[in-house]
């Protein structure tokens, strides 16, 4: 598809902002959308460092509160996502409250070591799990659409590999026979939760969601 260049009529650049700090989740979606006639911004280099509530039940949910509440005042097309650990041994959990699961302010070890206590005694076959993330762009006129992506894998017996974080270190990949942080930048990146929720996010917007 041949875009026009990143600049309207006007002489205003054209622009997507994401609702993230992340500056590796912000470089992942300007490669996935740098074909697109907009550029990608972070909200903190749109000028907005607001704190935004995730208070949904969903993945979906959450993506599109934060996504809703930072197109409202940037009147700009805006990009949120929000991703998390679901175990079919704990009902789900951790689920939306993966990053508050041992606390506000636990770290990542702390996050495991929970995690593994509450998986105690169970055997590999009933410890599957899934990383899910949720894409929500919305537009400014109110339009919006949310894509999910997910990873399917099983939660290990100890923390394995340094290429990650969260609880990557005990999240394995049975086609790989590795974690997710023993595994490459490359591999890690085509086969995430998040790469795959971006990609199709990218498919839905050539779609013609779009106003060039």
């Known amino acids: 598809m041949n875009w026009p260049v990143k600049w309207g009529k006007n002489g205003k650049m054209k622009r997507i902002i994401a609702a993230t700090k992340n500056r590796g989740k912000l470089k992942e979606i300007k490669e ?14 749109a000028g907005y460092c607001m704190e935004i509530d995730e208070n949904g039940d969903t993945f979906e949910e959450n993506a599109l509160l934060k996504a809703k ?6 009147g700009d097309i805006t990009v949120a996502d929000d991703s998390g650990l679901v175990v079919d041994r704990l009902d789900g959990a951790p689920g939306v409250f993966s990053s508050r699961f041992a606390g506000e302010g636990a770290s990542d070890e702390d996050k495991n070591r929970k995690l593994l206590g509450m998986l105690e005694g169970v055997p590999l076959r009933d410890r599957t799990a899934r990383f899910v993330c949720a ?31 969260g609880y ?30 971006f990609r ?13």
């Open 135 to 165: 894409v929500a762009v919305v537009f400014p006129d109110g339009r919006n659409f949310t894509v999910k992506g997910s990873c399917e894998g099983y939660i290990g017996f100890e923390p394995r590999g340094v290429n990650g974080f």
């Open 69 to 74: 509440a930072l197109s409202g005042i940037s």
């Open 200 to 212: 199709l996010m990218a498919d839905e917007l050539r779609r013609g969601w779009l106003v060039i």
């Open 32 to 45: 996935i959308l740098d074909d697109f006639p907009y550029n990608v911004v972070s909200m903190e280099e």
């Open 168 to 197: 990557d270190p005990l999240f394995h990949i049975p086609e790989y026979g590795a974690t997710i942080a023993e595994l490459d930048s490359d591999v890690k990146n085509m086969i995430s939760h998040r790469g795959k929720a």
